[in-house]
């Protein structure tokens, strides 16, 4: 679930929706969607956070099946993460870094 928040974080940031963004995502044993979404963005949003988690429900597959489909992660790519983070690292491998899904949602404000 950290590699999807970190995910939405940087796709909502990259959309131009906030300068700063935190998501929390929070799940329960047997339940595949999470019963809860927040997102934070300390102010710097340009529309309020109950939309962005609205777009975001829509937009990306918060299931933990849709979460390994969407960043790929049967993959053996641990071994990378081993050494200097998980995270803030241009490794082609970490699709959790990617912001392929920007434009899908800068649409919702078209």
């Not at 929070?26 to 309020?48: D, F, H, K, Q």
């Not at 849709?66 to 071994?79: E, H, T």
Request: with cysteine.
């Amino acid at each position: 679930a950290a590699y999807m928040a970190r995910y939405i974080a940087k796709n909502l940031v990259a959309a131009g929706y906030a300068r700063r963004c935190l998501v929390q995502l929070a799940y329960a044993i047997g339940v595949a969607e999470p019963v809860s979404l927040l997102i934070e963005t300390y102010g710097t949003g340009t529309v309020p956070d109950e939309k962005l988690e609205a777009m975001v429900r829509g937009t990306f597959k918060l299931t933990p099946r849709g979460i390994i489909d969407s960043l790929d992660l049967r993959r053996p790519i641990y071994r990378q993460t081993a050494a200097y983070g998980h995270f803030g690292r241009a490794e082609p491998d970490f699709n959790w870094e990617r912001v392929d899904q920007a434009q899908k949602l800068a649409l919702f404000s078209a």
